[in-house]
């Protein structure tokens, strides 16, 4: 059990379009869901908290009108980039909190390549 | 602001083996510690967490970690690998006061395997 999908896997978009990515629990349901940056050899960075039925809560430094979150269920929760730039490229990975927050199962990921 | 650093970029070792990842992290009041171990084409899977209680804490396949506190640290060991054991770890550190569930990742030691 907790298994956490993400689609898509890899998006190539143009510079100024939007991008979205689902963040999915599959088998669980699951209140709080945290998406995460990556960049090459870099850890990964938490983006935001996204809380079903809430405002998402970002973290310092996020633009939260270019990352949009919408946690709309208890199973999935998207990530939208709007107006997306080359420097927004990257290895975006969501998790899903089970039993407690500390308790995330994570995502595949999605690459997302902007030209 | 705080960090986690693993002091491996890269690890090799040969079958049977043993294995010591270091991990140490800056904040000084009560964290909750874990470790993460990516296989090849694989999402983020937990190996162990540190709550409270006995420091030396087991996991799955054989893993377990030690927290000292006075060394701020979580080192994570194996006595014997397998091929199979080759992936990427990465240390998580939470609960040290920022949002929650929010998770700082150290940058992630890969580790190989020699048959």
């Known amino acids: 059990g907790a298994v956490v999908s993400q689609h898509p896997s890899r998006v190539i978009c143009k510079s100024g379009t939007s991008v979205k990515i689902e963040c999915r629990s599959l088998?669980?349901?699951?209140?709080?869901m945290f998406w995460y940056r990556q960049f090459p050899k870099q850890s990964l960075m938490l983006m935001a908290t996204s809380n079903e039925g809430s405002k998402a809560t970002y973290e310092q430094g996020v633009e939260k009108d270019k990352f949009l979150i919408n946690h709309a269920s208890l199973t999935l929760s998207t990530l939208t980039v709007t107006s997306a730039h080359p420097e927004d490229s990257s290895f975006y990975i969501c998790?899903?909190?089970?039993?407690?927050?500390?308790?995330?199962?994570f995502g595949p990921g999605t690459r997302l390549t902007v030209t | 602001a705080q960090s986690v650093s693993q002091h491996n970029h890269h690890v090799i070792l040969s079958e049977a083996a043993s294995l010591e990842l270091g991990c140490n992290y800056s904040y000084g009041g009560t964290v909750n510690l874990f470790w993460y171990v990516q296989y090849p084409g694989q999402h983020l899977q937990l190996l162990l967490k540190?709550?409270?209680?006995?420091?030396l804490v087991k996991g799955i396949k054989g893993f377990e970690a030690e927290f000292i506190k006075s060394k701020f640290s979580f080192n994570l060991r194996k006595p014997s690998v397998q091929w199979s054991d080759t992936a990427e770890y990465f240390c998580a550190v939470g609960g040290y006061g920022g949002s929650q569930g929010n998770l700082i990742f150290g940058k992630g030691t890969k580790l190989s395997v020699k048959p």
């Open positions: 998790s899903a909190a089970r039993d407690s927050l500390y308790e995330q199962y």
């Open positions: 088998d669980f349901q699951a209140t709080t």
């Open positions: 540190y709550f409270s209680g006995d420091p």
